[in-house]
Structure formats: C-alpha cells, structure tokens
C-alpha cells in the first residue's frame, strides 16, 4: 500500500514537482506516480524526471506522451490507465495536480 499516489496532470505544476518529491522522500513516504495529459511536457525537464524517477512505480501515460510528443522516446515507464487505475487501488491518498 502506498501512501500517496500522484497524478500529474497539468504542465503547469512542473516548478512542484522536484520539490514535492523531495519532500516525500524525506518523510520517507511510499508514493508512486502517473503522468498524463498535458502533464507530460513537464517531462522535458531533467530535474522534474530525476526527482519523479524517485517515485516507486512511475509511469507516463502512453497516450498521452505519443499525443503530446509525438515518436519522442519517453523518459519515464510507459503505461496506460490500467496502470493508473491499478495505483489507485492500492493507495491511502491521491494527490492530482
């Protein structure tokens, strides 16, 4: 059980993300991570995937990234809402920015 999934949603929560996943990690929390939807492009940024590689599981939303990003490899395990409905299942809260 983890206790905290996050769901990016949004590029817009791109300057978040780095330091939230700090903060989990220091807390010492078990979180995990779905991308999707615009969420995607924060992946362009190095120190976003660095801080979400953290999360245990992670996973882009494969439709998400080929919509948003075209044949562009993704930096982050793909998945797809099977994997997202499977992390809600076995979490105490979600997060969705």
Partial sequence: MHDLLVVVSRQET???LAPLAAALNRKG???SCFVTGSGVRALTSPEVVAA???ANPVFVCEHSWESEMG???APLPPGSQFHH???LSHTRRVLSL
């Fill in 14 to 16: 791109a300057p978040v």
């Fill in 29 to 31: 929390a078990a979180w």
């Fill in 52 to 54: 979400l590689k953290t």
């Fill in 71 to 73: 044949a562009i490899p």
């Fill in 85 to 87: 409905s499977d992390l």
